[in-house]
């Protein structure tokens, strides 16, 4: 099966369906099923690293939140992310799409009055809302991989990649 390498706590919204795409730079061929791995750098570095101003983790916090329906408090989901499991496979799914990021301008694209939308390249339209918005790089250029089947797994340690890379179960 192959896998994909993704940063905590991004491995994890994923997992439990809190975000639907998970955006990166490159883009991909393959279709079929995909393990999700998350990767083994701690959350508190990732964060230091994506969101170096404490005001923007506490905004990061609170799209988190909203993501999980607002049942937990910024500073439980705080906790819950230096929980979150690293260097193991976490959940797996189907990879259906890759697509291009084709069209936004500025913070967010407006289309047909106040819609924001996310023009991808294959001709679809896909509206995120705040939380996806916030969990993800939605940058003109970049690429929305699209999963169907999430499963949550008991994780599974294992070594990660950079690229798709090989998983036997």
């Not at 049942?71 to 797996?92: D, H, M, S």
Request: net charge positive; aromatic share 12%.
């Amino acid at each position: 099966m192959k896998a994909i390498t993704i940063w905590q706590p991004w491995a994890s919204l994923l997992a439990h369906r809190a975000k639907t795409y998970e955006t990166r730079s490159w883009e991909t061929a393959y279709r079929g099923p995909i393990a999700i791995h998350a990767a083994a750098i701690k959350v508190p570095q990732v964060l230091k690293r994506c969101f170096p101003e404490a005001k923007d983790q506490m905004m990061f916090f609170d799209a988190i939140a909203k993501g999980l329906h607002g049942c937990y408090t910024t500073k439980e989901i705080e906790r819950i992310l230096n929980e979150l499991p690293t260097g193991c496979v976490v959940a797996t799914a189907n990879l259906v799409g890759c697509h291009k990021i084709a069209a936004i301008h500025g913070e967010r694209a407006r289309c047909f009055g106040n819609d924001p939308f996310i023009g991808l390249g294959d001709g679809k339209t896909y509206t995120p809302d705040d939380t996806e918005y916030a969990l993800g790089d939605w940058s003109n250029g970049r690429f929305a991989w699209e999963f169907s089947g999430m499963k949550l797994i008991d994780p599974v340690p294992v070594k990660g990649k950079q690229g798709l890379w090989r998983w036997e179960p």
